[in-house]
């Protein structure tokens, strides 16, 4: 039998739910939805996950980043009961994942990474199919899903087979389904991936009027840099299993050294280019793209770029473009982990999204 999950804002039974039994939660304003404590997974003699700890508070947005293979998936399977843990624990809406598997699924929702709506079935199909799974009783499953049409905005597509819908619209499909036992915690795991520009931007908003009208919290893993800058409140960056930095946005912005980063291109460079760049003033640090492609971390933008232009034209050497923008989550990541994102993705796709309109990865 499934529990009613919507009687958790009266009262006794949301105090039972989250953080009982554990004491650093009892203190905290707002309770904990997920803890993780120096939880490990083992593949034979591969670690896949290495000792990682983190809370998310009930209410928030917490995003998982990271590169291909960094342990996203793997952190996902763990909380959500999927796979065994190798040590350490989670708790998920206050129950022990590995002891009280069963109460864990009733509270949560998943996305998984790969597209799993059945293609045969209609749009409402598929949902009914999911709210009868959870027990949702028959009065309020045609509401739940009249509702949850609404709002991926696919009411008018409600008796399309799910075959004919695009890959957007199927996320859409599918975030939907994953909330049609109104969970008190939403997992996604790269709901955006291989989506064009506008259909990310359409389940990013979708997203945040869920989050602004249910109840819920919500954990999500991308490798897009702007959409976890965009939605989450705070962000876990992992890398190689283990986690490498935790904080909002804008902290994780601000504890990267310089405020600014000029992306230049120059014609015929010399060899020590990327020297002269770092010895600019406030320069933090220089990277070479590649192709005459320099990304430049300063503490001044104006003043390093008056310096930048006036060196090029003293030694000959020509702009072929230049930007100033301010320091983003890439700047986080290579700091992090000494690499580029953009370019873990290449490896792995071959292809990537521009981190911003014109900007050529
Ligand atoms: N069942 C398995 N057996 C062995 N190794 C595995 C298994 N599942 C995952 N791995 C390995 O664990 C590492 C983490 O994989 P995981 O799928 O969690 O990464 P991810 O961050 O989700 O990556 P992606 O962005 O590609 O989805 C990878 O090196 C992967 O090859
Ligand atoms: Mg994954």
Same mark, same amino acid.
């Given at each position: 039998m499934i529990a009613d999950f919507n009687s958790r804002n009266n009262g006794a039974e949301a105090g039972a739910g989250f953080?009982?039994?554990?004491g650093a939660s009892a203190s905290a304003a707002v309770p904990n939805a997920i803890e993780v404590e120096r939880i490990v997974k083992k593949y034979g003699d591969f670690?896949?996950?290495?000792d990682v700890s983190f809370d998310v508070k009930e209410g928030e947005i917490f995003g998982l980043l990271g590169p291909n293979g960094a342990g996203k998936s793997t952190l996902i399977r763990m909380m959500t009961t999927l796979i065994p843990i190798t040590a350490g624990t989670a708790r998920i809406a206050g129950h022990d994942v590995q002891k009280e598997p069963d109460a864990v699924r009733r509270a949560i929702g998943v996305i998984p990474q790969a597209l799993t709506s059945?293609?045969?079935?209609t749009v409402e199909e598929n949902l009914n199919i999911y709210a009868k799974l959870y027990d949702v009783p028959a009065k309020k499953r045609k509401q739940a899903v009249d509702e949850l049409l609404e709002v991926v905005d696919l009411t008018k597509w409600?008796? /399309?087979?799910?075959?004919?819908?695009?890959g957007g619209m199927r996320r859409r499909l599918e975030i939907a389904r994953g909330l049609v036992h109104s969970p008190r915690i939403f997992f996604l795991d790269?709901?955006?991936?291989?989506?064009d520009p506008v259909s990310r931007v359409a389940v990013w908003e979708m997203l945040t009027n869920i989050k602004k009208n249910r109840q819920l919290t919500i954990l999500i893993t991308t490798h897009y840099m702007d959409e976890a800058d965009r939605l989450c409140d705070r962000i876990a960056i992992v890398d190689h299993g283990k986690l490498v930095a935790l904080d909002s946005p804008v902290a994780l912005k601000a504890s990267v050294p310089g405020t600014n980063v000029i992306e230049v291109q120059f014609d015929n460079a010399p060899a020590d280019w990327e020297e002269k760049l770092r010895g600019l003033?406030?320069?933090?640090s220089v990277q070479h793209?590649? /192709?005459?492609m320099y990304r430049v971390l300063t503490g001044n933008g104006s003043r390093t770029t008056t310096e930048l232009v006036e060196m090029s034209v003293e030694a000959g050497v020509s702009v072929k473009s230049l930007s100033v923008q301010n320091t983003t989550l890439d700047d986080v990541f290579v700091h992090y982990t000494g690499r580029q994102l953009r370019d873990e993705l290449v490896k792995a796709y071959g292809f990537v999204m521009p981190p911003s309109p014109g900007v050529q990865p």
């Open positions: 953080g009982s039994g554990n670690t896949a996950v290495n059945d293609l045969d079935l409600r008796n /399309a087979q799910t075959k004919t819908l695009s790269e709901p955006t991936t291989g989506l003033s406030d320069v933090t793209l590649g /192709a005459g």
